[in-house]
């Protein structure tokens, strides 16, 4: 299977500051990722496809980058509502996840 | 809008089978991959399988000998079960729609959830 890690585990940000997670998967998986963010009891919400297409309705500061085997999250400008847990997911092959990232103040 | 709706049996017994259905409403049924995913309390995501509704089905391969997924296309629904359950089986499941229509996807709806706890 594809084992995916995620970079850092849990980020502590402020309002208004630019953010970034790494996600890297163990072979190369072209641009078949998505990004996902969960907020607690919720189920996760689908915010990049395609490594870095961004999916109907999610705010314009969140983009995604990257192909092979690394990828980035950024969030440009951290919203009070961008606190949370983000995960990576690949489609390559059957679906595996990241560990997450929290994103905590 | 497409809504995801699960339901079954949230308190086992270990050895006992799991049993979660979701049905799928305003929207087509046809054309998609639908999966079951689940993540342990405080835990990580972990899909389990996925079918569509001519029946074509893939597994994750660390499941697949105590795993079922099955379809009522008449119905609009999805079905999972996971025979043979222990502790490690607990955790909250999720139906999801994956919107490519060949397997192995992402997934853009998810329902709502369902804690399925394995004790005795």
Redesign the interface.
């Known amino acids: 299977d594809i084992q995916m890690t995620q970079s850092p585990s849990t980020l502590s940000a402020s309002v208004g500051d630019r953010v970034t997670i790494t996600c890297r998967a163990s072979q190369s998986i072209s641009t078949w990722l998505a990004w996902y963010q969960q907020k607690p009891g919720k189920a996760p919400k689908l915010l990049i496809y395609k490594a870095s297409n961004l999916e109907s309705g999610v705010p314009s500061r969140f983009s995604g980058s990257g192909s092979g085997t690394e990828f980035t999250l950024t969030i440009s400008r951290l919203q009070p509502d961008d606190f949370a847990i983000y995960y990576c997911q690949q489609y390559s092959d059957y679906p595996t996840f990241g560990p997450g990232t929290v994103v905590d103040i | 809008q497409v809504q995801l709706q699960q339901w079954g049996a949230g308190l086992l017994k270990p050895s006992e089978t799991l049993s979660l259905t979701c049905g799928v409403y305003g929207g087509s049924f046809s054309g998609y991959y639908w ?1 079951w995913i689940r993540q342990p309390p405080g835990k ?4 389990i399988a996925e079918i569509n509704d001519r029946g074509s089905t ?5 499941l697949k000998s105590r795993v079922i997924i099955s379809v009522d296309t008449s119905k609009n629904q999805f079905s999972l079960k996971v025979t043979s359950v222990t502790a490690a089986d607990t955790a909250v499941y ?1 139906c ?1 729609r994956g919107p ?1 229509s060949y397997g ?5 709806y ?4 369902a804690l399925v706890t394995v004790s005795s």
């Open positions: 999966s990580g995501l972990e899909w893939n597994y994750n391969p660390s999720y999801a490519l192995y996807n992402l997934f853009d998810w329902g709502q959830g």
